[in-house]
């Protein structure tokens, strides 16, 4: 007999998003704890378990009718289960399917968040009946999952898809949070965006509605876009010019059917998608010009509907 329900968990920096789901992919509840980091983040899966039994009390349901807890974690994974190294947790080596195994007495199925986010959209999102992806997610970073044929690449030691961290400037000078200079990430995040705006308005003298806002963010650069603002208009082409000429050369590996650009920055919606796609188109190889491009459908949701579809799979 098929088990009935699905834990998807999927854990950032400052929350623990957990999902409560039937097996044909119905989110039934969803919530968030703290991602409590002190000590290493040594209680975070503590946390997570006791909030999984929490709700299977709650709902009177027997671990014998769960099917597992998939697991999204920001960080590479190995074929094991195993995490090395996540920064925005405090976690060096730590053996995530063990201990969350041990601690709940479920079957447990871990992945990277972006590999994850992708196959949430990939299963019931933006993606939804395409097999080869790729999905970006523009957010503080810029995270990256790559699925062919229905299948993650998450590579040798779970780097795959790290497309966040390809060079696209040799003359950088200021290090990226990886250590290395010039990537994606610098320029195409949220915080990479309005590191280019200062850059821009420190350089130049012209007249712009950028430069009178406190706190600049990402956000405030697409709406001055909108608004017809020729700095800010002049800002999203570069960044989408980045990003678009990026893609066109992961696709001339992986060739995909659909692009789903997702994170905090994809809210910025058509100027976004359609700039990306322009730059793409001019950069890319005469096969993959094709390629379509998708918003992400799933929001924040993502990361828990990907770990239910590893879980699942």
């Not at 854990?11 to 999902?19: E, L, P, Q, R, S």
Request: hydrophobic share 40%; net charge negative.
């Amino acid at each position: 007999m098929m088990k009935k329900y699905a834990f998807g968990v999927d854990i950032g920096g400052t929350t623990c998003k957990i999902g409560f789901f039937d097996t044909n992919g119905t989110l039934l509840d969803k919530w968030e704890i703290k991602t409590n980091t002190e000590n290493n983040g040594e209680s975070i899966l503590s946390d997570v378990a006791k909030a999984v039994d929490n709700k299977l009390a709650q709902e009177a349901i027997s671990k014998d009718d769960v099917q597992g807890i998939g697991i999204g974690v920001p960080g590479p994974v190995d074929s094991q289960g195993v995490v090395h190294r996540c920064v925005n947790l405090g976690w060096g080596v730590v053996n995530v399917a063990e201990e969350l195994g041990n601690l709940t007495g479920l079957k447990i199925k871990v992945g990277n968040d972006a590999n994850v986010a992708a196959l949430g959209e990939m299963w019931q999102g933006g993606a939804k009946g395409s097999k080869d992806v790729i999905m970006v997610t523009l957010g503080t970073g810029v995270g990256g999952g790559i699925i062919v044929d229905g299948k993650v690449v998450a590579g040798f030691n779970g780097a795959g898809g790290e497309i966040g961290h390809i060079t696209v400037n040799n003359d950088e000078i200021e290090a990226c949070n990886c250590g290395q200079y010039g990537c994606l990430e610098q320029y195409t995040s949220a915080t990479g965006i309005v590191r280019l705006a200062k850059r821009k308005l420190a350089k130049s003298t012209e007249e712009t509605s950028i430069r009178e806002i406190p706190n600049l963010t990402a956000k405030d650069v697409f709406d001055a876009a909108k608004a017809g603002d020729a700095i800010a208009i002049g800002l999203v082409d570069e960044v989408c010019e980045i990003l678009g000429s990026t893609l066109s050369n992961i696709a001339c590996v992986v060739n995909p059917e659909i692009i789903v650009i997702g994170g905090g920055v994809s809210k910025a919606g058509d100027i976004l998608l359609d700039n990306i796609k322009k730059h793409f188109v001019e950069t890319s190889f005469m096969a993959c010009r094709e390629t379509k491009f998708a918003l992400a459908g799933l929001g924040n949701d993502a990361g828990m509907y990907g770990c239910v579809e590893m879980l699942l799979d």
